[in-house]
């Protein structure tokens, strides 16, 4: 098993989390960043950014990773030097920490993991991003108006019951409406902005 250090030691040099479980890291070697910590006292942070991956909540947790000290956990929003606190967590799952907040698909978030009062070890990262479909059914249609809409996405959808006319076989469809505003033709397409699938 490799423990991964890396030169995450600030903001800038922030390492890439993905869906799944991430690690293990180290932080004995880290320094403690700005800003203070609101929580567990931290210190000896390492930082992370994801991207999310879905319109939904998103839980970073060390509670089901291999860590052996207690760790304390801070997620932002914005780019580093311009940072907003989103939550702080110590001791979620005993001496371990979870954090959940709602993300947009496509957003970069930051992360920081810390020790409290400044403990060290090796620690594990788990992400999962859980999306929030509105308009997985035609009775909960968002609605459009003219111009460019979005950015929507369709992670987590269902397949819906009336049956495509088009393509192959269509799952995880979302709604839409649209209420015209003259009488005339209407063009609708995915072309613009550029759809990152099929």
Known sequence: LQITSGTNDECAGATPLANGANGPYDNTA????????????????????????????????????????????????????ALTSIACSDDACGAQSSLTFDVTYGTTYYLRVGGSNASSGTFGIDVACTPTITNNECTGAIGLTVGTNGPFGNAGATPSASPWGCGRLVRKDVWFSYTAIADGPISVSTCTPTCSFD
């Not at 609101?38 to 860590?67: H, I």
């Open 30 to 81: 880290a320094t403690t960043s700005a800003p203070a910590w609101p929580c567990g006292a931290g210190g000896k942070d390492r930082w992370f950014w994801y991207t999310a991956t879905c319109f939904g909540s998103l839980t970073v947790s060390t509670c089901g990773a291999p860590s052996n000290f207690d760790t304390t956990l801070q997620a932002f929003s914005g780019t580093c030097g």
